[in-house]
């Protein structure tokens, strides 16, 4: 590798599996604005994290036909995340975290060995998840982690946090995501120029059970690499010369 490289994971899709919590939380918030349930599959074309970023366009959408800014009207967000958080309670998902993807560990190990640093990003704020990466023994793969924190307003904003903090003159962010929103902030986020410094960003979209997306939506997203395993991820990014 010609520069320094990140992986970046995104936590509830390519660490986690979050989507059927999502299906459960999102398809008792809609009742509560007299809406229909959506379907598993009507979800994964529009579900992000956190949860507010989807469901006021879907929610109010009247609104948001003439204000696209709407997502980040903090009095929405509150309101939306208010039901959420009782639901999640309700369903103690607050308290206990949900499965790690299948090969989650295999794949940090083999990722770390090749020379990339292992970077987690979520939008969920921390709570339980360092005692449950750590509990799990995975916590050790993981360089760093970017959290709501960096990622509240916008997904680019916590890229082009590692980017500002490392002050690097190339860095390279590899971003492995199962939601479409990730993937074009990846792209957005690529040929960044700062005072001499460069920043690549290459998109890899994961398309499996467990990504918030399905595959036409992630392909719709642009990502410059698609894969259906995380057991592919290594032979992918070395076709691309990405490792050795």
Same mark, same amino acid.
Do not use: W
């Given at each position: 590798?010609?520069?320094?490289? &990140?992986?970046?994971?995104?936590?509830? =899709?390519?660490?986690?599996?979050?989507?059927?919590? +999502?299906?459960?939380?999102?398809?008792?918030?809609?009742?509560?604005?007299?809406?229909?349930?959506?379907?598993?599959?009507?979800?994964?074309?529009? @579900? =992000?994290?956190? &949860? =507010?970023? &989807?469901?006021?366009?879907?929610?109010?959408?009247?609104?948001?036909?003439?204000?696209?800014?709407?997502? &980040? #009207?903090?009095?929405?967000?509150?309101?939306?995340?208010? *039901? @959420?958080?009782?639901?999640?309670?309700?369903?103690?998902? =607050?308290?206990?975290?949900?499965?790690?993807?299948?090969?989650?560990?295999?794949?940090?190990?083999?990722?770390?060995?090749?020379?990339?640093?292992?970077?987690?990003?979520?939008?969920?704020?921390?709570?339980?998840?360092?005692?449950?990466?750590? %509990? @799990?023994?995975?916590?050790?793969?993981?360089?760093?982690? +970017?959290?709501?924190?960096?990622?509240?307003?916008?997904?680019?904003?916590?890229?082009?946090?590692?980017?500002?903090? *490392? %002050?690097?003159?190339?860095?390279?962010?590899?971003?492995?995501?199962?939601?479409?929103?990730?993937?074009?902030?990846? #792209? #957005?986020? *690529?040929?960044?120029?700062?005072?001499?410094?460069?920043?690549?960003? +290459?998109? @890899?979209?994961?398309?499996?059970? *467990?990504?918030?997306?399905?595959?036409?939506?992630?392909?719709?997203?642009?990502?410059?690499?698609?894969?259906?395993?995380? #057991?592919?991820?290594?032979?992918?990014?070395?076709?691309?010369?990405?490792?050795?």
């Amino acid at each position: 590798m010609s520069m320094e490289t &990140f992986l970046v994971r995104t936590m509830s =899709d390519t660490v986690e599996t979050d989507i059927q919590r +999502v299906f459960t939380i999102t398809n008792e918030i809609l009742p509560r604005y007299e809406m229909p349930p959506l379907s598993f599959a009507e979800l994964r074309k529009i @579900a =992000d994290g956190p &949860f =507010d970023l &989807f469901l006021i366009p879907l929610i109010f959408a009247k609104e948001y036909q003439k204000d696209r800014n709407l997502p &980040f #009207n903090e009095a929405k967000r509150v309101e939306i995340r208010t *039901h @959420a958080l009782e639901i999640a309670r309700k369903h103690g998902f =607050d308290v206990n975290p949900p499965d790690f993807i299948p090969g989650i560990e295999p794949s940090l190990k083999s990722t770390k060995e090749a020379g990339l640093r292992n970077v987690l990003m979520t939008t969920g704020g921390r709570r339980y998840k360092h005692q449950a990466m750590e %509990k @799990a023994g995975i916590g050790g793969y993981f360089d760093e982690i +970017v959290d709501r924190d960096e990622t509240y307003y916008a997904k680019e904003q916590g890229l082009y946090y590692l980017y500002r903090k *490392h %002050k690097l003159p190339r860095l390279r962010i590899i971003l492995l995501s199962g939601t479409a929103t990730y993937i074009r902030a990846g #792209n #957005n986020a *690529h040929g960044c120029k700062v005072g001499g410094t460069d920043l690549e960003v +290459v998109t @890899a979209a994961l398309s499996t059970e *467990h990504s918030y997306n399905d595959e036409e939506t992630l392909r719709a997203a642009q990502p410059k690499i698609l894969i259906r395993s995380l #057991n592919e991820l290594l032979p992918a990014l070395k076709e691309q010369s990405l490792v050795n």
